[in-house]
């Protein structure tokens, strides 16, 4: 007879998880963008994964059991994570917070869209791409959005597409551990390219707080409460409630960053989440929704 309570409290406490994580991430893209006029959106994604995976040693990765085949996949996962991080802060440099988290989010819709393929899922393709349409610069006096950096946002998409089918995968036998070592592994695929643009800037010692406040913000403690969340809850729930994070993205960026988006850049938003709901809603039982954004 208790069961169904203890049911509720589990779902509710895995929700209040999952909206900490998801205002953690945002935040820290808000504070990660602050570091950039001094080593760069590479260095910033650099210093963030190298502290991270300090941080995250804490999970002690090490007791991790990995056979040949699941290190490859682990691999994967790693680099699908470093190139997502990386892509996206290179796109934060000329796009809007919102609207970089709400075009990397294509990536994982379309993975809930191809775990249903059902007929309704041409309605939330169409819905995703009104939204896209509206984001692109129809025209000399139209305002749009920067093309390249929303060419970078697209490609963080596509690697959080793969994280997504790769980080299932390698997160079936070690869960948080696989987290852990999927950070260490990008920051060891980023740090050549952030080293390389940055130099001894990434040293600088006022620049030390901000990074591990990145690290632990945007990555060690989103990803903890993610992973742990989708334990608890329905799969549909969590990627529901994981479709609102382009809002969450859009309001941290007007309340951190003043970026002030257009009608019809919210309307955008609106749309590419109401495709990621109706996508996640649709999709087969069986499929499992993204964890850990950006």
């Known amino acids: 007879m208790n069961d169904q309570p203890r049911s509720l409290a589990s779902t509710l406490f895995s929700v209040g998880l999952l909206i900490i994580a998801m205002a953690s991430i945002q935040s820290g893209a808000s504070l990660a963008k602050s570091m950039f006029p001094i080593v760069g959106a590479q260095g910033t994604t650099t210093l963030r994964l190298v502290f991270a995976s300090v941080i995250m040693l804490l999970l002690r ?13 682990v691999i994967v996962y790693g680099m699908a994570l470093g ?68 060419g970078y946002a697209l490609g963080a998409g596509v690697c959080w597409a793969l994280y997504i089918l790769f980080g299932q995968k390698a997160g079936a036998d070690n869960g948080v551990q696989t987290a852990a070592l999927g950070v260490m592994i990008a920051a060891l695929f980023v740090a050549p390219i952030g080293i390389v643009h940055a130099g001894a800037a990434l040293l600088t010692p006022s620049l030390i707080p901000i990074a591990i406040g990145v690290a632990i913000l945007s990555t060690a403690l989103p990803y903890t409460l993610e992973m742990v969340a989708l334990t608890r809850m329905p799969a549909r729930t969590f990627g529901t409630l994981m479709s609102i994070e382009p809002a969450v993205g859009a309001l941290s960026g007007l309340l951190f960053l003043h970026e002030y988006l257009s009608l019809s850049q919210w309307m955008a938003i609106l749309c590419i989440i109401l495709a990621s709901v109706g996508a996640t809603m649709t999709m087969g039982s069986s499929a499992k929704p993204a964890v850990a954004a950006d």
Do not use: H
């Open 61 to 73: 990765p090490w007791r991790a059991k990995l056979t040949a085949k699941s290190l490859r996949t």
């Open 83 to 150: 190139g997502m991080n990386f892509l996206f802060y290179m796109s934060l440099r000329t796009v809007p917070l919102g609207i970089a988290v709400a075009l990397e989010f294509t990536g994982p819709l379309a993975v809930a869209i191809y775990a249903s393929r059902r007929a309704i899922d041409f309605l939330w393709i169409a819905l995703a791409a009104v939204g896209l349409l509206l984001l692109i610069p129809t025209g000399a006096t139209t305002a749009g959005i920067d093309l390249v950096g929303a």
